[in-house]
């Protein structure tokens, strides 16, 4: 019978020293959350996100602790892993994805906040409260360079734990929801080739030389475009599609000629637009021709038109 009993008297005793560890924390701390925000992700230019950036920077955001009791005492706080059920965190938008993480400070080599299963010293925020004191924390965004996703609101919710104590020795005092965005805003990045040159198209002036003009005669150039919006290519000619000598339109100083663009025929009496599709990887290539029409009898000289080409997203 003594056998029997030995394991109901251990039970015992360990409940009545439990007991009064868990009751010591709650009567020297009271925390609480204040002023937890949904933080939006700004990048380095205050937009949010440019999926073809070398850098997006880090976003700090800041919120706030306060102990409504008069001792003080030991707090940390832990962050959930979210939709990814990892550390590797994603924030979604649709079927798409986009990588971000949550950091304890702005170091390269600082890992990503712990949900309280996983917490270590290095992977929470952590601190001490004296009694009815308020302190500010400060956790950073991460998104990575160089993902190239359709332009949109990419939003994850993680939970913020806070505890009194260490890690080894905690309880639970409060949590909020936190929901992060990601807003990815549209780029489209442009590159003209022609005359033997590739350049950026923005402020770009590139020449097409026909040396000594003939009839039929032909040059090309290539637009090369990516990014991750709907976009539109506006062409416009100067001298509404011909070659002029001088001011002066006379039967005797102006050639005409045609504009192809992905082998269509384009007039330039008036603006050109074309609209396409969104473009998430690779580059488009968008082929034009400029051929040299018949002419007869010209005055002498150079002629030349210039033609305005933008690029611009929807």
Do not use: W
């Not at 074309?274 to 040299?292: E, F, K, P, Q, V």
């Amino acid at each position: 019978m003594n056998h029997r009993l030995i394991p109901c008297l251990c039970a015992l005793v360990a409940l009545a020293i439990l007991a009064p560890l868990s009751d010591a924390r709650a009567d020297n701390c009271n925390l609480r959350f204040d002023n937890v925000s949904d933080p939006t992700f700004d990048g380095s230019g205050g937009r949010g996100y440019d999926p073809f950036a070398r850098s997006n920077g880090l976003t700090a955001v800041d919120f706030t602790i306060r102990n409504k009791k008069k001792s003080s005492c030991a707090f940390f706080v832990t962050v959930s892993t979210g939709q990814a059920g990892s550390y590797n965190r994603v924030a979604s938008n649709g079927g798409a994805t986009i990588r971000y993480n949550i950091y304890g400070g702005p170091s390269a080599g600082d890992l990503p906040l712990h949900d309280i299963s996983d917490a270590t010293r290095t992977t929470v925020l952590s601190g001490f409260l004296d009694g009815k004191e308020t302190i500010s924390l400060r956790y950073y965004l991460d998104v990575p360079a160089l993902q190239i996703v359709a332009q949109g609101n990419y939003t994850d919710t993680v939970e913020f734990g806070l505890y009194s104590g260490s890690q080894n020795e905690f309880e639970r005092e409060d949590d909020e929801n936190v929901r992060i965005t990601v807003p990815v805003i549209p780029v489209i990045d442009v590159e003209i080739a022609a005359g033997g040159v590739r350049l950026p198209l923005e402020g770009a002036s590139v020449v097409l030389d026909f040396g000594n003009l003939q009839p039929r005669a032909s040059r090309d150039f290539n637009l090369y475009v990516r990014g991750n919006a709907p976009y539109r290519v506006e062409i416009e000619s100067e001298n509404r599609g011909v070659l002029r000598l001088d001011a002066f339109a006379t039967d005797h100083n102006t050639i005409p000629y045609e504009l192809s663009i992905d082998g269509g025929r384009r007039s330039l009496n008036q603006p050109i637009m074309l609209s396409y599709g969104t473009l998430i990887s690779g580059a488009r290539d968008h082929r034009g021709r400029i051929t040299i029409g018949d002419f007869d009898t010209v005055l002498r000289g150079t002629y030349s038109d210039v033609l305005t080409i933008s690029v611009t997203a929807n």
